[in-house]
C-alpha cells in the first residue's frame, strides 16, 4: 500500500507543477511568445499523468454540464 501512495502523490506532484506552468500570465508585447509549450512524456509516469488529466478534465466537463 506505501508503494501505491507513492506513486499516487508522484503523479500528483507532476499535476500540480503542471498547473502551475499554465497558470502563468501571458505577455501582450510585440514579443511575447504566442505558443505554449508541453514537455513531452518520455517516461511511463508522465504518460499515466496525462491519462490522469485527461480524466480529471472529462470529470470536471461531465461535472459541469459543458460538450
Not at 506505501?2 to 505577455?27: C, P, Q
Not at 518520455?42 to 504518460?47: K, Q, V, Y
Amino acid at each position: 500500500m506505501k508503494h501505491i501512495k507513492s506513486y499516487v502523490s508522484k503523479i500528483e506532484a507532476i499535476l500540480s507543477l503542471r498547473n502551475e506552468g499554465t497558470k502563468k500570465t501571458k505577455g501582450t508585447g510585440l514579443l511575447a511568445s504566442t505558443k505554449t509549450t508541453q514537455p513531452k512524456a518520455s517516461s511511463e509516469l508522465d504518460i499515466i499523468a496525462n491519462f490522469v488529466q485527461g480524466i480529471r478534465t472529462a470529470k470536471e466537463e461531465m461535472k459541469n454540464g459543458n460538450t
